[in-house]
Every structure is written in C-alpha cells, then in structure tokens.
Nanobody, 121 residues
C-alpha cells in the first residue's frame, strides 16, 4: 500500500524559511509524478509545485523564486524548500503522487495527511 508522510511544517515569522519533506513508501518513487498542494481555510486546494518523473518542477506563480521543489529518488523523498515566507503562504501543505501529472487536485492517486505551515506577520 502506498503511503505518503509529510513533515517539516511549523510556525515562522514572515521572511523565514521552512523545508517540508514527504517520504513515499510502498511503491516505486522514481517514475511517479509528485506534487505539493496547499489548502488554506475556506479555499480550494491549489497546486504549489509539480515535480515530473525527470525531476523538472513547475511552480504556482505566486511562489516562483521563493519555493524550490526537489526529489531524491534514492531516499524516496520529495522536498519543498520555502524561503521568504509570507502570511498568505499559511495553509496545510500536502504531498501527492500519481502516474501522470495533473494541474488540479482531483486526479492524484495518493495523498499525505498534510502538515501545517503558519506564517505570522
């Protein structure tokens, strides 16, 4: 059974940094499309970064230049380095996996439980 487990969330002040990790177990990781999504209260879940099986990321425009997504196939781990955090980045962050990449959240096969990121001004 495929499982995704996020960690690394927390509370920081604006301008600070956090690094999220997502460990995948139960399946081969290297050929999957991976992604980070986030959801703030009262909003829809939105894609933050999509990492193709070849490792090339694609970002939400509002996080470009501040967030960096990467994957370590040897460790079956997906990362999200978040710098210059803003209060509007506050949300629950989820990692997701699927055999193909999708922009929206509906077609992803596997999800982690989420990790809370809170940025104070």
């Amino acid at each position: 059974q495929v499982q995704l487990l996020e960690s690394g969330g927390g509370s920081v002040q604006a301008g600070g940094s956090l690094r999220l990790s997502c460990v995948v177990s139960g399946s081969s990781f290297s050929g999957a499309c991976m992604a980070w999504f986030r959801q703030a209260p009262g909003t829809e879940r939105e894609g933050v970064a999509i990492v193709r099986s070849d490792g090339r990321p694609r970002y939400l425009s509002s996080v470009m230049g501040r967030f960096t997504a990467s994957k370590d196939n040897a460790k079956n781990t997906l990362y999200l380095q978040m710098n210059s955090l803003k209060p509007e980045d506050t949300a629950i962050y989820y990692c997701a996996a699927a055999s193909a990449c999708y922009l929206g959240p509906d077609r992803w096969d596997y999800w982690g439980q989420g990790t809370q990121v809170t940025v104070s001004s």
